[in-house]
């Protein structure tokens, strides 16, 4: 069964950083695309970042690019968000997703997020002061 559970949200204020985890168990990691998806609150589903298997290659939304990291640990089966200079508009849900197939090749960047069963719970991150 395949299980994707974030951690590591909470409160922070303007300016601080988080670091989220997405632990992973029942498929083969490291051979997943993985993604961050955030919805903050009465907003859509919006895409923050995405990673290729051997996390040689990373893309970002405009609005977290030179802000937020994504990584990957394929040993440990967990995908990471360091998220630096958080603003308020930072506030929402986040999820870890993987690709729906092996062969997707990070394919579900271009389309609009849609939950399925490879995305996990989420956590909540709230930037306020």
């Known amino acids: 069964q395949v299980q994707l559970v974030e951690s590591g949200g909470g409160l922070v204020q303007p300016g601080g950083s988080l670091r989220l985890s997405c632990a992973t168990s029942?498929?083969?990691?490291?051979?997943?695309?993985m993604y961050w998806v955030r919805q903050a609150p009465g907003k859509g589903l919006e895409w923050v970042s995405v990673?290729?298997?051997?996390?040689?290659?990373?893309r970002y939304a405009d609005s977290v690019k030179g802000r937020f990291t994504i990584s990957r640990d394929n040993a440990k089966n967990t995908l990471f968000l360091q998220m630096n200079s958080l603003k308020s508009e930072d506030t929402a849900v986040y999820y870890c997703?993987?690709?729906?197939?092996?062969?997707?090749?990070?394919?579900?960047?271009?389309?609009?997020?849609?939950?399925?069963?490879?995305w996990g719970q989420g956590t909540q991150v709230t930037v306020s002061s």
């Open positions: 997703a993987r690709d729906r197939n092996v062969f997707d090749y990070g394919r579900r960047w271009n389309s609009p997020p849609q939950r399925d069963d490879y």
């Open positions: 990673i290729n298997t051997g996390g040689g290659m990373t």
């Open positions: 029942g498929f083969s990691f490291s051979g997943y695309w």
